[in-house]
């Protein structure tokens, strides 16, 4: 907004003895767009451009290919201070919120510094008002663009989801630049990844935490059969039956499965498929 080549004048006109001077907007696009009528002195460059004061020689208006506007300014002393701007509603607007920055920037030169603070406050809240109700996307996002809103995303983050939700449709050049300066928002599926892998994590850990201390037990609990208990045990966990373990070790079956009650009385399980899953 504040730049200027020869490359970004669009057309060019001359002052008449009257001080009056006219363009064509036939040639500007349908959809309404900003634009900057710009005056250079004479002997001076066109592209010249001075930003503040009575010597700021340009403004903003918008305008479109079927629209008219007049700007009149009265005040001899200078180039544009006291313009004003008729026959494009908008541009009313627009005129309302580049006098409230100017006041701004008067405040910020004159006062003092808790004064500025307290003033630039008060005028941010009152331009996100604008920007909130206006119904025009370039007034909005103009008011919206001086409210220094990019310091205040965080701590009115619902207000700008909300704002970027209202002009979701708006999809001019504009828009597109002002989504870019908005800090991204996490991807909700990222998050609830993210989320899920935390808790799996957790189970995870919680899991092998429970499974190291039943091995624990397990392993201070063999400790407690004897050396015959335990071989029959190794027999047990491999699938042989009862007969089968009798007749390894030549000993009677009521021996075996008085045996093998005891090993399941002192590892506390009730079943051969419970001493198969015991490592």
Not at 45 to 56: D, F, M, Q
Not at 129 to 148: E, F, G, M, Q, R
Request: charged content about 25%; overall charge positive.
């Amino acid at each position: 907004m504040y730049t200027m080549s020869n490359e970004i004048i669009i057309a060019e006109t001359t002052i008449d003895n009257q001080g009056s001077f006219h363009f064509s907007t036939k040639a500007l696009p349908s959809k309404d767009k900003l634009y900057r009528i710009h005056l250079s002195k004479k002997d001076t460059p066109a592209a010249s451009l001075i930003i503040g004061g009575k010597e700021e020689n340009h403004i903003f208006f918008i305008a479109n290919s079927n629209s008219y506007v007049y700007v009149e300014n009265k005040d001899k002393s200078s180039l544009f201070e006291g313009y004003t701007i008729k026959g494009y509603q908008p541009n009313n607007d627009l005129k309302k919120i580049i006098k409230m920055i100017h006041q701004r920037e008067q405040s910020d030169a004159n006062d003092n510094a808790l004064k500025v603070e307290f003033i630039n406050k008060t005028l941010c809240e009152k331009l996100l008002h604008i920007a909130d109700t206006s119904s025009h996307p370039i007034v909005s996002l103009y008011a919206l663009n001086n409210s220094k809103f990019e310091t205040t995303f965080f701590e009115n983050q619902k207000f700008y989801e909300s704002y970027l939700k209202k002009w979701n449709n708006e999809d001019s050049a504009y828009f597109k630049e002002l989504r870019t300066k908005f800090p991204k928002k996490e991807n909700s599926s990222s998050l609830r990844y993210i989320f899920i892998s935390i808790v799996f994590f957790i189970l995870g850990f919680l899991i092998n935490y429970y499974m190291n201390q039943k091995q624990k037990r397990t392993n201070n609990q063999l400790r407690l059969l004897s050396v015959q208990e335990r071989k029959i045990f190794k027999l047990v966990q491999s699938g042989k039956s009862n007969k089968e373990i009798s007749e390894e070790y030549n000993i009677e079956i009521s021996t075996v499965k008085s045996h093998v009650s005891n090993i399941y009385s002192k590892l506390s399980i009730k079943s051969r498929k419970e001493a198969m899953n015991i490592k």
